[in-house]
């Protein structure tokens, strides 16, 4: 009796949540339910992964569009962000996985000085099987966190345009800049609660771009599917249902830190790789 108590008690939490999430869809404008279900399914392809987030490729895959609502769990709260929904978009070929994230921000905030805040996207995946704290993760339940930052992704673009220029034609003066040199756009993070957040002392494994027009963000993570590091790294593997969360940082708003949009966790379901 207890078992099947608990049972019901379990499925009620369930459908009272998808209730909630559908209101929220709703007066959002968002649609409730697609083709895909509410699962974000990232898909199976052959071949190189697009790494542009203006990539025909992506707008072959279904949007997954989910509601973006404040950060009111610890201090500072954020309970109005100018985020309110984000659309997410997987693509993998049994060797990488890349996702698609793409919001809308009127303001294109790439620059970290005082008093100015940058744009940014995180995605959060847990490590291991056991469930944690979708924000910071949790004591003895980890969390992996991509973080995008508009300030690194500006950074590597100059340093690229720059490298492309050249030395520069003879008698023209070249300005003098010191760009940061960046192993990614995306930090590699691992969280086990609040304020333990620490950066991964090997950067590179996710790759970041991003292009910002018309008032919209359009952000790609890519990350080899075979993980070099279980214990700091999120396993992905094809044929996998794990939980997924999402946070969005608008810099014109003063977000920064726990100051954001925030999408708790929701199930990624990664194309299982036929065997021939």
Known sequence: ?????TRGRSAFVILSGVLLSALVLGRLGIPTVSSEGMM??????NGDLPSSPEDPAWESIPAFVIPLS???????????PSAKALTVRSLH???DIAFLLEWQDNTKNDRLTPGTFRDGAA???PLGDAPAFFCMGQLDHYINIWHWKADWQSDIDRRSARTSEGKGKTGEVRRFEVIPRRASSVEDLVGGGFSTLTSKQSQGRVQGKAVWKEGTWKVVMQRPLEST???NEARLAPGRIQAIAFAIWNGENKERNGQKAIAPWFQLAIDPVLKT
Do not use: A, C, K, Y
């Not at 009796?1 to 108590?5: D, T």
């Not at 974000?40 to 392809?45: A, W």
């Open 93 to 95: 070929n049994g060797t």
């Open 40 to 45: 974000i399914r990232s898909h199976l392809v």
């Open 1 to 5: 009796m207890l078992r099947r108590s």
């Open 229 to 231: 590091d279980p214990e």
């Open 70 to 80: 404040g950060q009111v769990i610890t201090r500072p709260v954020w309970p109005e």
């Open 123 to 125: 995605v959060g995946l």
